[in-house]
């Protein structure tokens, strides 16, 4: 199975810009398709992003379309997200998660939790007015 470790979080200004980082060990990086989601204090998961195996397609929510970026590095098993133009809103823990190859992808799929089978611990963005 894989590992996953984020990276990169912190406090950040309204309007700032930040990198968070994803690697992934013990197992087959490319085996699996990508994704961030974030939790707020006080609210559900939600998903942000997601990545296909070979970064070809990429997906967004609503409210980070056009100043997130997704990309992965399958030769340093690393999964980044960019994130510039940063709102209070997006103040949350940010979570990286796999999903196995092999089975459908839809868009329900990768915009849901239980579709993923590895998750990290999160790393903490804090986006101050």
């Known amino acids: 199975q894989v590992q996953l470790v984020e990276s990169g979080g912190g406090l950040v200004q309204a309007g700032g810009s930040l990198r968070l980082s994803c690697a992934a060990s013990?197992?087959?990086?490319?085996?699996?398709?990508l994704g961030w989601f974030r939790q707020a204090p006080g609210k559900e998961r939600e998903f942000v992003t997601y990545i296909s195996v070979n970064g070809g397609t990429t997906y967004y929510a609503d409210s980070v379309k056009g100043r997130f970026t997704i990309s992965r590095d399958n030769a340093k098993n690393t999964l980044y997200l960019q994130m510039s133009s940063l709102k209070p809103e997006d103040t949350a823990v940010y979570y990286c998660?796999?999903?196995?190859?092999?089975?459908?992808?839809?868009?329900?799929?990768?915009?849901?939790?239980?579709?993923?089978?590895?998750w990290g611990q999160g790393t903490q963005v804090t986006v101050s007015s």
């Open positions: 013990g197992g087959s990086f490319s085996n699996y398709v």
């Open positions: 998660a796999a999903r196995s190859t092999g089975r459908a992808t839809t868009i329900l799929t990768i915009t849901t939790m239980m579709a993923y089978d590895y």
